[in-house]
């Protein structure tokens, strides 16, 4: 999904919220500034294509005017690479929460690890909780991926609802 359609799908949330979803709104709100910041300055290297120990760097806070110092320097035999600047640097955007299945699936494969939240009630005793640690793959090559939660029995994907991914484990502290 590039950012043209992420903007769109995040709209869209914003728009079928209902009113009391206060929180879920900031948060598609905050994703679509950084989507859509612009650039507050940019930084220009110049570059001499025949020499390229021959190199400075500027910065500039008007478009224009970076526009006006590319030209005349490539008119010069120079490159110039283009870094724009932001207050905050716009970050990709990826949920640290559940995310629906319905929305997307993850990445397949052995050392991929997710926690799941699955609708197990119809199928399993009730002292097996909701949530589990599981792998998502295709496990026999036949286009039929499903979750495995390491117990040989494989989930069905409509049993699971949700995924996120495993948080990183604990540092370990050297105290010695």
Request: charged share 30%; aromatic share 10%; hydrophobic share 35%.
């Amino acid at each position: 999904m590039n950012d043209k359609e992420l903007i769109k799908e995040i709209k869209e949330r914003i728009s079928s919220l209902d009113v009391r979803d206060n929180v879920e709104r900031r948060a598609y709100e905050i994703a679509l500034a950084s989507l859509t910041a612009e650039p507050v300055a940019w930084k220009v290297t110049f570059t001499q294509i025949d020499r390229e120990y021959n190199t400075f760097t500027g910065m500039y806070s008007d478009k224009a005017e970076v526009e006006r110092w590319v030209r005349l320097h490539k008119a010069c035999n120079f490159r110039a690479d283009i870094t724009p600047l932001y207050t905050a640097q716009p970050v990709p955007v990826t949920p640290d929460a559940w995310i629906s299945c319905s929305e997307r699936m993850p990445e397949m494969g052995e050392r991929q690890c997710y926690v799941l939240a699955a609708d197990f009630k119809n199928n399993y005793p009730p002292n097996i909780p909701n949530t589990q640690v599981g792998v998502y793959g295709d496990w026999f090559n036949d286009g039929n991926p499903t979750w495995d939660d390491g117990d040989g029995e494989d989930l069905y994907l409509k049993e699971v609802t949700h995924w996120m991914q495993l948080p990183e484990p604990p540092q370990e502290v050297n105290r010695g």
